[in-house]
C-alpha cells in the first residue's frame, strides 16, 4: 500500500494545471469535454480500477525502450492494469491514448497533455467529468457555459475563471500563443 501511496504522490506532484476547457457532441447521442494541459493518468486515476477496457491503443516510449510493446498493451483488462503499469513505470511518455471502456466511454489523449473525453449522452459516465471538475477544484458552474457553445474552447486562469473564449482550435492558437505570426 505505501507502494501506490508513494506513486500516487509522485502522479500528484507531476499534476498539469488545466487551462483550457471545452465541450462538443460528436453525435446526436454523444457528447465530449476537452482539457488542455491535463495528463492522461489525472482522468484514468479518477475511474473504479475494476472498471473493464473494451480496447487499448496506446502510443508510448521511454528513453530505454522506444515503444510500449503491444503484448504488455494487451494485458490491460481493466484501467487498474492501465493505472498500476504507467504509476510503477512513470518514465513512459504517454504519446497518444485512446481507451474504450465498458458502457461505451472512450478516454482520449494525445502528447499526455490534451485529454478528450466522449460517452453516450444519458450515460452514468458523464459523473467522470464532475469528479474531474471536484478533484481540480474547477467551478462547476463552468460545464452549463461549456455546454451552451458547443465547440467553443474556454481558457480558465488559476482561480477558475473564464479568461478566454475561443471559437475554435485554431483560434486559441493563433490569439493565444500566436503560432501564425
Same mark, same amino acid.
Not at 28 to 37: A, G, H, K, M, V
Not at 49 to 62: F, H
Given at each position: 500500500? =505505501?507502494?501506490l501511496n508513494?506513486?500516487? +504522490?509522485?502522479?500528484?506532484?507531476? &499534476?498539469?494545471? #488545466? +487551462?483550457?476547457?471545452?465541450?462538443?457532441?460528436?453525435?446526436?447521442?454523444? =457528447?465530449?469535454?476537452y482539457?488542455?494541459?491535463m495528463?492522461? $493518468?489525472?482522468?484514468?486515476?479518477?475511474? @473504479?480500477? *475494476?472498471?473493464?477496457?473494451?480496447?487499448?491503443?496506446?502510443?508510448?516510449y521511454?528513453?530505454? /525502450? @522506444?515503444?510500449?510493446? &503491444?503484448?504488455?498493451?494487451?494485458?490491460?483488462?481493466?484501467?487498474?492494469?492501465?493505472n &498500476?503499469?504507467?504509476? /510503477?513505470? @512513470? *518514465?513512459?511518455?504517454?504519446? /497518444?491514448?485512446?481507451? =474504450?471502456?465498458?458502457?461505451?466511454?472512450?478516454?482520449?489523449?494525445?502528447? *499526455?497533455?490534451?485529454?478528450?473525453?466522449?460517452?453516450p449522452?444519458?450515460?452514468s459516465? +458523464?459523473?467522470?467529468?464532475?469528479?474531474?471538475? =471536484?478533484?481540480?477544484?474547477?467551478?462547476?458552474? #463552468?460545464?452549463? #457555459? $461549456?455546454?451552451?457553445? @458547443?465547440?467553443?474552447?474556454?481558457?480558465? *486562469? %488559476?482561480?477558475?475563471?473564464?479568461?478566454?473564449?475561443?471559437?475554435?482550435?485554431?483560434?486559441?492558437?493563433?490569439?493565444?500563443? %500566436?503560432?501564425?505570426?
Amino acid at each position: 500500500m =505505501e507502494h501506490l501511496n508513494q506513486h500516487m +504522490q509522485h502522479l500528484e506532484d507531476n &499534476n498539469l494545471t #488545466i +487551462q483550457l476547457l471545452g465541450f462538443n457532441r460528436p453525435t446526436e447521442l454523444t =457528447e465530449s469535454f476537452y482539457f488542455l494541459e491535463m495528463s492522461t $493518468l489525472q482522468a484514468t486515476t479518477l475511474l @473504479p480500477r *475494476d472498471t473493464q477496457l473494451l480496447s487499448c491503443k496506446i502510443v508510448a516510449y521511454s528513453k530505454d /525502450n @522506444p515503444y510500449l510493446d &503491444n503484448k504488455i498493451v494487451d494485458g490491460f483488462k481493466t484501467i487498474g492494469d492501465f493505472n &498500476n503499469f504507467f504509476l /510503477n513505470n @512513470p *518514465d513512459y511518455f504517454i504519446h /497518444n491514448c485512446e481507451i =474504450e471502456i465498458e458502457g461505451r466511454m472512450t478516454i482520449g489523449s494525445h502528447d *499526455d497533455g490534451e485529454v478528450s473525453i466522449e460517452y453516450p449522452i444519458e450515460s452514468s459516465d +458523464q459523473a467522470i467529468i464532475t469528479r474531474i471538475f =471536484e478533484t481540480y477544484n474547477l467551478d462547476k458552474g #463552468i460545464i452549463e #457555459i $461549456l455546454k451552451s457553445k @458547443p465547440g467553443h474552447l474556454f481558457g480558465i *486562469d %488559476n482561480e477558475n475563471k473564464v479568461i478566454a473564449e475561443y471559437i475554435n482550435f485554431d483560434d486559441y492558437l493563433t490569439r493565444a500563443l %500566436n503560432w501564425f505570426k
